[in-house]
C-alpha cells in the first residue's frame, strides 16, 4: 500500500459545481497535512494546511480525520481557473506526497 | 520577490553525461530538499540538507550527490546520467523540517532534464 494514495481523477466538473477530493495516508503518526495546487508544467504551490478542526479558505475547505486516516479537500462553486492537480502532502520525519488529483472545470 | 530559483530550466543529456542542477532560495529558509516528479509518482525526495553544513538521503537518492554551498544555496549533481533520470527536478525550501511543526515547502519552477 502506498503511504500516501490519491484518487488520479480526472475529475471533469462545470462552473459551479462543488467537488471534493480525498487523500487516504498509513503512517498513524503523520503530523502536518497539506493540500498543495501544480498547474501543468509548473511548480507545486502551497493551497492550504489541513487542521483537525477543519479550515476554511474562501471557496476550500480542508478537514482532516485522524481515526480514518484521511484528509479531504472541498472546492465550492468551482471556476474555470480551479483547474489543476491537487496534490495532498504530509510530514513525519519528511514529507510525502501524493500522486494528485486532477480536475477540469468546464464552462 | 524570487523564492526559490533553478537553473536551467531544460537540460538534454547524453547517457554518461554528467552535470549539476542549482538552486538558490532567498527566504533566509534553514531546511532545502531536491524532488523528483515522474508521471503517476508524485514527488519523490531525493535528498534533503535540514541546515547549513548537513545533508541526508530521501527516498531516491542512488545516482545523485547534493552540496549545500552556504544557507541559500543547495545544489543537485548527477554523475553519470542514466535514462532513469530523465524527470522534472523540483527544489524547495522551507524554515525548519518536517517534523517540525507546521513548515510548508517553498518550490521552485522546476529543472525538466531529458537523458538520451
Known amino acids: 500500500r502506498k503511504e500516501v494514495e490519491q484518487d488520479p481523477g480526472p475529475f471533469n466538473v462545470p462552473e459551479g459545481a462543488t467537488v471534493a477530493f480525498n487523500c487516504t495516508y498509513s503512517n498513524s503518526a503523520s503530523q502536518s497535512f497539506f493540500w498543495y495546487r501544480q498547474d501543468c508544467r509548473k511548480e507545486p504551490k502551497l493551497l492550504m494546511s489541513?487542521?483537525?478542526s477543519g479550515n476554511e479558505d474562501g471557496r476550500f475547505t480542508a478537514q482532516l480525520n485522524r481515526a480514518s486516516q484521511y484528509i479531504s479537500l472541498l472546492i465550492r462553486d468551482s471556476k474555470l481557473s480551479d483547474s489543476a492537480t491537487y496534490l495532498c502532502?504530509?510530514?513525519?520525519?519528511?514529507?510525502?506526497f501524493g500522486a494528485g488529483t486532477r480536475l477540469t472545470v468546464k464552462p | 520577490n524570487a523564492g526559490v530559483t533553478q537553473t536551467p530550466k531544460f537540460q538534454v543529456l547524453k547517457t554518461g553525461q554528467s552535470m549539476t542542477l542549482q538552486c538558490a532560495q532567498d527566504m533566509n529558509h534553514n531546511s532545502m530538499y531536491w524532488y523528483r516528479q515522474d508521471p503517476g509518482m508524485g514527488l519523490r525526495l531525493i535528498y534533503y540538507?535540514?541546515?547549513?553544513?548537513?545533508?541526508d538521503k530521501g527516498e531516491v537518492p542512488n545516482g545523485y550527490n547534493v552540496s549545500r554551498l552556504n544557507k541559500r544555496e543547495f545544489s543537485l549533481r548527477l554523475e553519470s546520467a542514466a535514462p532513469s533520470q530523465t524527470s522534472v527536478y523540483f527544489c524547495?525550501?522551507?524554515?525548519?523540517?518536517?517534523?517540525?511543526?507546521?513548515?510548508?515547502?517553498?518550490f521552485g519552477d522546476g529543472t525538466r532534464l531529458s537523458i538520451l
Open positions: 502532502a504530509l510530514t513525519h520525519y519528511d514529507m510525502r
Open positions: 540538507s535540514a541546515s547549513e553544513g548537513t545533508t
Open positions: 524547495a525550501s522551507s524554515e525548519a523540517l518536517p517534523g517540525d511543526g507546521d513548515q510548508p515547502q517553498h
Open positions: 489541513v487542521y483537525s
